[in-house]
């Protein structure tokens, strides 16, 4: 199973400076809104199966165009939603770096939890078990091997790739997930292989088609894709 970690199109909030978390009403920006109809053309042939998304209105415009364009109907998983920043929600990033919880949150995330909000340790593990629970559910529903997309926000997309990169949450801020970016996991019966990591070039599917197969393949290899990590960025 291989999923496609999407984070959501250039929001209001990003141009703003301030951290959105889960406020109502926060949206794609103009930029955005272009972004999120270039993954139709980025996403290319790529045989798409379905869509997860993160109950936010700024991941919901997001997967719009994507899921017109292969008329599938997208799913809204709580799980994916973004992190509960509590009585940081809404601010300017600018006033956030002064506060004693930012260095930790920079440098040990894995003990930071925001005033009355969420830790991050808690948002990778629901974020890590939506992922598997949906991927192993499609592989049922599909019987075999389905490419998926999950559409969620940057802080979830960093925790689930460092979770299947096996990098301590420590580690997560090494990680980059920009604006309407993709990252690439795919999920075997013993590990998972990481594809790609902030991808935002123009053909996300030349990358990932496969090679004709090889013999004596294990069923736990890496695939055979054409595989690059990075990409350019904002």
């Not at 909030?13 to 993954?39: F, P």
């Not at 415009?61 to 509960?84: I, K, M, Q, S, W």
């Not at 009585?87 to 506060?99: P, R």
Request: proline share 7%.
């Amino acid at each position: 199973m291989t999923v496609i970690l999407l984070r959501h199109g250039r929001s209001t909030s990003n141009t703003a400076h301030t951290l959105a978390g889960r406020s109502e009403g926060v949206d794609l920006d103009d930029k955005g809104r272009a972004q999120a109809q270039g993954v139709v053309d980025r996403i290319g042939e790529l045989p798409v199966k379905a869509i997860v998304r993160s109950p936010l209105l700024r991941c919901q415009n997001t997967v719009a165009p994507l899921a017109a364009a292969l008329g599938v109907e997208p799913r809204v998983d709580d799980r994916l939603t973004e992190v509960d920043y509590g009585s940081w929600t809404g601010s300017k990033i600018a006033d956030l770096v002064k506060e004693p919880l930012w260095p930790v949150i920079q440098q040990q995330p894995s003990a930071a939890v925001f005033p009355d909000g969420e830790g991050l340790a808690q948002v990778q593990s629901r974020a890590v078990a939506a992922v598997r629970e949906i991927d192993r559910a499609l592989a049922e529903e599909h019987d075999g091997d389905t490419l998926w997309i999950a559409c969620t926000h940057g802080d979830v997309i960093k925790a689930v790739l460092a979770d299947a990169l096996g990098v301590h949450l420590d580690g997560f801020q090494r990680i980059v997930a920009d604006p309407a970016s993709m990252s690439v996991i795919r999920y075997t019966p013993h590990r998972p292989f990481v594809l790609h990591v902030n991808h935002t070039g123009t053909d996300l599917s030349s990358s990932l088609r496969p090679k004709p197969d090889q013999p004596g393949k294990p069923d736990d290899a890496a695939p055979t894709h054409d595989a690059t990590v990075g990409g350019s960025t904002d």
